[in-house]
């Protein structure tokens, strides 16, 4: 887990971006998984995580 308070890291990933809640718009954090190689390149984008089927989402993948 990382700490990101200028959300750089986050907006470079496409993580930090307008969220919805109850009628209420706000700035969050979006729930995306990358899969990332042993050399730094991303192979693999989940941008609607499921929390209850995520990790066979990934398993899937391997």
């Known amino acids: 887990m990382l700490c990101d308070e200028s959300h750089e890291m986050?907006?470079?990933?496409?993580?930090w971006g307008l969220?919805?809640?109850?009628?209420?718009?706000?700035?969050?954090?979006?729930?995306i998984s990358y899969v990332i190689d042993?050399?730094?390149?991303?192979?693999?984008?989940?941008?609607?995580?499921?929390t209850k089927t995520h990790a066979q989402d990934v398993l899937v993948l391997l």
């Open 10 to 15: 986050l907006e470079s990933y496409g993580a």
């Open 38 to 50: 042993e050399g730094g390149k991303i192979e693999h984008v989940f941008e609607k995580v499921n």
């Open 19 to 31: 969220k919805k809640f109850m009628g209420r718009e706000y700035m969050g954090i979006n729930r």
